[in-house]
């Protein structure tokens, strides 16, 4: 990637958190963040990562659903406010960032790792003082 690309990528992530923040944070519930943009090098798509912060698969699906949708509304608002930086405002492509649930899941799998080993240390320790 580019410097420009990137410098563009930058500002479309920052411009797109800043519109999510400012514009439909009452909207989408719960909370959305802009985790990475990448652009192509012509600049005409700007692929925007989302993660979307939410108790269950269901309701961070319906949120980015409704994200998705209110797509045409954002590129216009980022238009009007990146108009004088770049010469074509690049289309905007949505995917769902899911890699904080995946950080929790592996965080629930080692925690659970833990407490068995814990287990089976202590049940090992009472089964060596019944021997004696």
Known sequence: MSIHTE?????????????LQREYSDQLQP???IT????????????VHASVLGDTSEERKATFKQLKALTPEIREQLASRIRHQVREIPELEFFLDEA????KRMENLFDRIREERERRTEDSGNSAEDVE
């Open 7 to 19: 410098r563009i990528s930058e500002l479309v992530r920052r411009e797109v958190a800043r519109i």
């Open 31 to 33: 909370m959305v963040t």
């Open 36 to 47: 990475r943009v990448r652009v192509t090098g012509d600049l005409s798509i700007a692929y």
């Open 100 to 103: 904080l649930q995946k950080a």
